[in-house]
């Protein structure tokens, strides 16, 4: 449903509080361990807490390549049963966590760890909430609507993308519906988290692509809202600095070490940008491309990514001259600094071979696209452009293939 003028007025008012409530509060951030190895130093901390029986939600692929052992042997040696869920499949839907919940009431676990990419943590960060909650994940779509805390939740991330180890959000597909929704609320952050680059170095190259460039699109999407603070800021330039200078060399070469886990710093601290500032337009896109056609998260975002920028060139330009200096681009004039941003985008796309055009979009698709993507940003996100029908219409469709 697009929203009346009147409700847009509403939402702007209500904007107006949540700028101001990103300023006083300060959301709560994992408890984190960092480096190669931190992963089982995540573990002994779980081990502290207590907890006798745990969770662990991951994927098929995971589990076959021997990825979950060590965290299990670490867990199951300091005393904690573990239950497995790896059903966890790309986009997780509705269908998997309440597959995952019955795992976990099976036998009776009191604490979930994720490990892997976003759609697991998300998958995970749900299967904790419903433990708590007797509302659907439905009805926990959109923003604060976890009343009861969710059971205590960890995370290791495997990809440099989502952020999700930092983030109040998670993301759902509801494939009855064709759609995703994101379910946002700050008892959503993890408990703690581990932010492990090993286990990141065995990510293909075009996987490394598609998560890297979900987190360049948090920091700058992070960078250009309007409840940007100066906090968000700081990580959010510090988050773009560190992918422009390490997201070409694990392209390259995924065995870096160093540049992998400077590459998971980066998608953390991209994730604190947007849990306090939002995201944008990208994602409102790129949910709704998501949800029908089914491809890679970070991959959609790129595609919309410059055409995002091109539209708030106007009103950005000071911040983007600033996106610009933090990518070492060299220069005094800020309206030339912020066109070299945007060029620069592009310029890594055309490097990693992402396409201006979608190919699986479809005409006939794109009423549900628009209308969709208005309604999330309009009723979630603090942009600094909104976009009419014919405006968002009119960005959908330069994406058509030619
Ligand atoms: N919660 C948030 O704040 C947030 C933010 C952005 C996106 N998302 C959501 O996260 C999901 C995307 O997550 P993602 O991009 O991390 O991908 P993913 O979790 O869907 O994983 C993609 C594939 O990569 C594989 N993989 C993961 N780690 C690997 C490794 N180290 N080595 C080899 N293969 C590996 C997985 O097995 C999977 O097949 C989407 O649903 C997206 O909407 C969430
Ligand atoms: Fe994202």
Redesign the pocket.
């Known amino acids: 449903m697009i929203p009346h003028p009147i409700q847009v007025f509403a939402f702007k008012q209500l904007q107006f509080g949540m700028k101001v409530a990103a300023k006083i509060l300060d959301f709560r951030q994992p408890e984190l361990f960092t480096g190669p190895g931190s992963s089982l130093q995540l573990c002994d901390h779980i081990v502290g807490t207590g907890v006798t029986k745990l969770l662990l939600v991951s ?1 098929e ?2 589990l076959k390549i021997g990825m979950l052992a060590p965290m299990i042997d670490r867990l199951e040696s300091g005393g904690v049963a573990v239950s497995l869920y790896t059903g966890v499949l ?3 839907a509705i269908e998997q966590v309440e597959a995952g919940l019955a795992v976990l009431k099976e036998n009776g676990c009191a604490a979930v760890l994720a490990v ?7 998958a995970a960060k749900m299967i904790a909430a419903r433990a708590r909650n007797p509302h659907s994940v439905a009805l926990m779509g959109g923003l604060m609507r976890v009343i009861i805390p969710p059971l205590p939740l960890y995370a290791v991330p ?2 440099a ?4 180890e930092a ?1 109040i ?3 759902i597909s509801d494939p009855a519906n064709s759609r ?1 929704f994101v379910v946002m609320d700050p008892k959503l952050v993890p408990q703690a988290a581990a932010l492990d680059g090993a ?2 170095t ?3 190259a075009p ?1 490394t692509i ?2 890297g460039m ?1 987190a360049l699109t948090h920091s700058i999407e992070a960078y250009l809202s309007v409840n940007a603070t100066e906090k968000t800021d700081a990580e959010a330039l510090a988050a773009t600095k560190l992918i422009m200078e390490n997201l070409p060399e694990v392209v390259k070469n995924g065995n870096n070490l160093e540049a992998r886990q400077r590459m998971a710093i980066a998608a953390y601290k991209a ?1 604190v940008a ?1 849990t306090t500032a939002g995201i944008g337009w990208v994602h409102s896109i790129s ?1 709704n491309f ?1 949800a029908l056609y089914h491809l ?3 991959y959609l975002n790129a595609i919309i990514l410059p055409r995002v920028l091109d539209l708030y060139r106007p009103v950005h330009q000071a911040r983007l001259a600033d996106l610009a200096r933090v990518s070492g681009i060299e220069g005094t004039d800020e309206a030339a600094l912020a066109d070299a941003f945007i060029a620069k985008v592009r310029a890594l796309n055309v490097e990693f071979g992402i396409p201006t055009q979608l190919d699986k979009l479809q005409v006939s698709d794109i009423p549900q696209i628009v209308e969709r993507a208005m309604d999330e940003t309009h009723w979630n996100y603090a942009v600094p452009v909104y976009m009419d029908k014919a405006e968002t219409e009119s960005m959908v469709r330069d994406m058509l293939p030619v």
């Open positions: 994927d692929f995971l790309p986009d997780p892997g990419g976003g759609s697991s943590i998300d495997t990809t993308g989502t952020g999700s983030t959000g998670a993301v995703k286990l990141m065995g990510l293909p996987g598609a998560t979900d994730g947007i949910h998501g890679p998260h970070g």
